[in-house]
């Protein structure tokens, strides 16, 4: 399994770009990273994936090295409903698909 | 319209009793999964089903046992409940065919064991 490592907690306030680093140094060639996002009391909820170098949609981007063994979720102007607990999670259909503890970002006013 | 709902949301029982977690999910995928998030905020994967047919199976007690009628509906059967089996339990699925990474969750079912 690629086991991923990402900080504890991160405090932030509204307005400031959020950048979470996740490791993942076993990666293997046909895994994808992939980052959650998860309300108390709520499901995960996708937020973005990729492969290689860089990534963007509607809510984040993500920033992949080319040695892949790190990624950095980015997430621009945050405001306090992003306080959340963000997972990143590596692997594909066939691994098992555990997910970290995933980092608190907490956004203050 | 809910994507994958579970039920029940809440469940308090005693040690040694056998409880069920249902879940459906009206995506039209091809895979769903149970998960499980203990008190420290990890979400492991228990099990996930694809066609009917078991394609995960982590080091996860006989007394869980997942049952699928149906590609829509992944059931979470658990014997003799013991304290350590309290948590959060989560349904996911995903469409294997196109599979981009994506699972969604059901909002859970908190499993309190007395």
């Known amino acids: 399994l690629a086991k991923t490592t990402q900080p504890i907690s991160m405090d932030s306030y509204e307005g400031q770009e959020v950048n979470i680093t996740c490791s993942h140094n076993n990666i293997a060639t046909n895994d994808y990273i992939t980052w959650y996002q998860q309300f108390p009391s709520q499901g995960p909820r996708f937020i973005i994936q990729?492969?290689?170098t860089k990534v963007t949609n509607e809510v984040a981007s993500l920033f992949i090295p080319a040695d892949r063994k790190s990624s950095t979720l980015s997430l621009p102007r945050v405001s306090l409903s992003d306080t959340a607990v963000y997972y990143c999670l590596v692997g594909d259909l066939r691994r098992a698909l555990t997910f970290g503890s995933g980092t608190r970002l907490q956004v203050q006013p | 319209d809910t994507a994958v709902s579970q039920t029940p949301k809440y469940l308090v029982t005693q040690m040694g009793n056998d409880k069920s977690i249902k879940c459906e999910q009206n995506?039209?995928?091809?895979?769903m999964y149970w998960y499980k998030q203990d008190s420290k905020k990890f979400l492991k994967i228990m099990f996930s089903y694809n066609n009917k047919e078991l394609i995960i199976n982590e080091t996860v007690p006989n007394r869980f046992s997942p049952k699928s009628p149906d590609k829509a509906h992944l059931n979470l059967h658990i014997n003799s409940l013991e304290l350590g089996d309290s948590a959060v339990y989560f349904c996911?699925?995903?469409?294997?065919?196109?599979?981009?990474?994506?699972?969604?969750f059901g909002e859970g079912s908190r499993l309190t064991v007395l």
């Open positions: 990729g492969y290689k």
């Open positions: 996911a699925s995903s469409q294997e065919g196109a599979w981009t990474g994506e699972l969604f």
């Open positions: 995506l039209g995928h091809d895979t």
